[in-house]
C-alpha cells in the first residue's frame, strides 16, 4: 500500500486555505477600511501567504497533478467552517456536492 501521508499534507494546506475565506468574511462584516475590517483582510493575506509557502513544499515532494486533485477539498473546508463559525445552512444539495467530492478523492487516492 502506497503512503497516504503526502495527501494528508494535502489536505492540511488546502485547510490552511480555506481559512482565507474566512477572515475575507469577517473582513465584509466589518466597516470598509475600518482597524477591523483591515486587520481581517491582513489576516487573510497571511494566511494565503503560508498556504503558498505550504503548496511549494507539497508540489517539491509529488506530482502538482496529484496534489490539485484535491483542491476540491477546500470546498467542504469552507462549507464546514461557514457552518461552525458563521452559523450558514448546509443544504442537501451542499451534502451531496462534497459527498460526490469525498468520494472522487478517495477514489483518486485509492488508485494512486
Not at 22 to 40: D, N, T
Amino acid at each position: 500500500m502506497k503512503n497516504k501521508l503526502p495527501y494528508l499534507g494535502v489536505l492540511g494546506a488546502f485547510l490552511v486555505y480555506s481559512f482565507a475565506s474566512v477572515f475575507s468574511k469577517w473582513a465584509s462584516l466589518a466597516e470598509f477600511l475600518s482597524g477591523p475590517y483591515l486587520l481581517r483582510l491582513a489576516g487573510a493575506v497571511a494566511v494565503l501567504g503560508v498556504y503558498a509557502i505550504l503548496w511549494q513544499q507539497i508540489i517539491k515532494r509529488m506530482p502538482v497533478s496529484d496534489a490539485y486533485m484535491f483542491k476540491g477539498s477546500t470546498i467542504i473546508f469552507v462549507l464546514l467552517l461557514s457552518w461552525l463559525l458563521f452559523g450558514e445552512a448546509i443544504s442537501l444539495q451542499n451534502g451531496i456536492g462534497a459527498a460526490v467530492i469525498v468520494a472522487g478523492m478517495y477514489l483518486y487516492a485509492k488508485e494512486s
